[in-house]
């Protein structure tokens, strides 16, 4: 277990949670398709998410990407997930992606979670910058930054492609250890 908070922990992802994941996301699949398609694409069945979650858990250990679960600890249920991607081992700088189920939206769980991984990030991984890219209409997300001292940067152009949609100009924060 990484952390502990209200009535949450975070873990790293492990061969387990393959049934728990894709409960969340077939739960969430409408609040999560313009963001995070890929994940739901590996998601959409208990042997996908078990493929998925023995590559998520891989490349946690290999040191590629890291996928954290935030589990409700009395009902055991995945809240949400949360991602340390993008990593460059050379600047020591990786990128946050999250998202949390339609049950503990606006409760502040996602900013409290990011907090901790922010320290684990800084501690454990040794990472100097992180990121979080967001799209300027989701204030949520924009609040979980911000609230974690993250800052605007810049407007990165043309930076995501929703499915289906045009390119999108996304916001880039950033805060420095």
Known sequence: MIAQFDTFEI?????GDAWKLCDFIIANQDRL????PKTIAQNLTPTL???FVNKKAKQFKNKEEFLFTLKHIQTREISGIIYI????????QGEFAYCIGYT???KG???KAIKFLIEYAFTELHLKTLKIIVHNTNKSS???AETNGFKWIKTLKNEFTPIGEDPLN???YKLFK
């Open 11 to 15: 873990n790293p992802i492990h061969s």
């Open 33 to 36: 398709q313009r963001y995070f």
């Open 49 to 51: 998410s078990e493929i």
């Open 85 to 92: 991607k993008d990593l460059n081992w050379s600047t020591n």
């Open 104 to 106: 503990y939206k606006g």
């Open 109 to 111: 769980v996602t900013t």
């Open 142 to 144: 924009i609040k979980v």
């Open 170 to 172: 996304m916001e880039l």
